[in-house]
């Protein structure tokens, strides 16, 4: 006769005595068994922790919001550390009345819920001219989606008052690296929010507390942090971040700039490098993340063999435009090598582009905007490596 599994024949000790009360800790956190699901960093990318980035888990997750404690983190000088009652927000420029806005002001707005995604336009850049990085952290994770709590950018441009030549905006972060750049007056007035919560609670001081702005679906590097001023003018600004970075170098020697929106794109993110097979052959959980800075995501095809063939994954969960988008497909794996892909189509018929398409259009000079199908290679094992297939 088999002797028993243990687990269900003995007592075990969480059954056998109590646990900590309810006041063990007055905020929460993961269950200690989940301590590897982080933020990681590459620190050989950049020269120094304060100017860098650590990519969100994706691997490790589910749905379509990720964690506060989880969001990817990017500075350029570092995390301002704000008290509230010390933030101001001024409006100044080509308006009737500059005015200045306390927190306690900009709560007496009416303020809107919005989920979105903020993906950095660097992220995949070091992906463009082959597979570099091992796991979807890495090749992918400069993305999070939270339900944002702010108010928008319109009511505060009515009350200062936008003079007929305001044509741009010019947004301002209050930290070291003091990260400035230009948005056009029509984005400001459609969509973008001044948000102080996030996922419910205060924005965390990485991610901009105690204000920040939404840019929905255009680039991470204009959602400005420790957000402190807003000018409007006539004409874009020029500054850093939007000639000598955040532009993309052509083959001919030409920069594209002014490429604002996030293009269509997925990844599955298991199985991933971080994320391998270990269960063998048989029914299979294949789950991955769509999302477009265009709108919302009408489809997502997955592909076992490379790219030859296509079969259409299930969208799970809320669809909202500017956000992620959860996918799965359930497969029986035969316990052969797969060739994992997929590839999104937005709802304006954007389809994603295989990474040979995107390096065709615009060359191998660029960082930025790489929004090309991803290869992974699952091996008869379950291991899984990142490639390209040509
Ligand atoms: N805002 C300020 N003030 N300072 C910064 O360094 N980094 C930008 C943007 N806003 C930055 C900033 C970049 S490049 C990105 S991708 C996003 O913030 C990252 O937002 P997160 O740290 O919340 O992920
Ligand atoms: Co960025």
Redesign the pocket.
Known sequence: KAAGDPLITEIQDWNRYLGEGVDAAPYGSPSEFEAHVVRRNVPWLTADPVSSINFTPLHELDGIITPNGL???????GT?VINPAEHRLMINGLVDTPLVFTMEDLKRFPRENRVYF?E???NGGMEWRGAQLNGCQFTHG?I?CVVYTGVPLRYLLEEAGVKTNGKWLLAE???A???TRSIPMEKALDDCLVAFKMNGEALRA???YPL?LCVPGW????????LRRLEVGDEPWHQREETSKYTDLLASGKARRHTWVMDVKSVITSPSPQAPVTHGKGPLVISGLAWSGDGTIKRVDVSIDGGRNWQQARIDGPSLPKALHRFYLDINWDGSDLLLQSRAIDDQGFVQPTKNELRSARGENSIYHNNGIQTWHVNTDGVVENVEVS
């Open positions: 969001c990817f983190e990017r500075h350029h000088g301002a903020l950095c336009a660097a400069m999070h972060g209050a930290d690296s003091a990260m990485e991610q901009g920040r680039e991470g590097n204009m959602w400005v942090k420790w």
